[in-house]
């Protein structure tokens, strides 16, 4: 069973850069599309940015687009989440999760599809 470790979150202000890290163990990491979602407190969890397997495929909340790259390294079974140009708005709680079925080519957006939650990383952006 796959287990997920987020990493790299943090206190930033306004405009500043964090990357998140996801370390991924068991499993086969290469051949599963990856996403990386968000909550604050009081809301639902959002999908902000998702690749597939090949990384041939990407998708980005309209929120993020412009902003956010989500990139990943099947030889060191990491995905990635470099976010510029924070903002307030963005702060939340940010989770990595695996795609449940292996080999989608065209990554999707559906929360449903994801499964093997990490625990998370706090990313707070201050104004």
């Known amino acids: 069973q796959v287990q997920l470790v987020e990493s790299g979150g943090g206190l930033v202000q306004a405009g500043g850069s964090l990357r998140l890290s996801c370390a991924a163990s068991?499993?086969?990491?290469?051949?599963?599309?990856m996403g990386w979602f968000r909550q604050c407190p009081g809301k639902e969890r959002e999908l902000v940015a998702a690749?597939?397997?090949?990384?041939?495929?990407?998708y980005y909340a309209d929120s993020v687009k412009g902003r956010f790259a989500i990139s990943r390294d099947n030889a060191k079974n990491a995905v990635y989440l470099q976010m510029n140009s924070l903002k307030p708005e963005d702060t939340a709680v940010y989770y990595c999760?695996?795609?449940?079925?292996?080999?989608?080519?065209?990554?999707?957006?559906?929360?449903?599809?994801?499964?093997?939650w990490g625990q998370g990383t706090q990313v707070t952006v201050s104004s």
């Open positions: 690749i597939s397997w090949s990384a041939g495929s990407t």
């Open positions: 999760a695996r795609d449940r079925l292996p080999l989608r080519t065209i990554v999707t957006s559906q929360i449903v599809a994801f499964g093997s």
């Open positions: 068991g499993g086969t990491f290469s051949r599963y599309a």
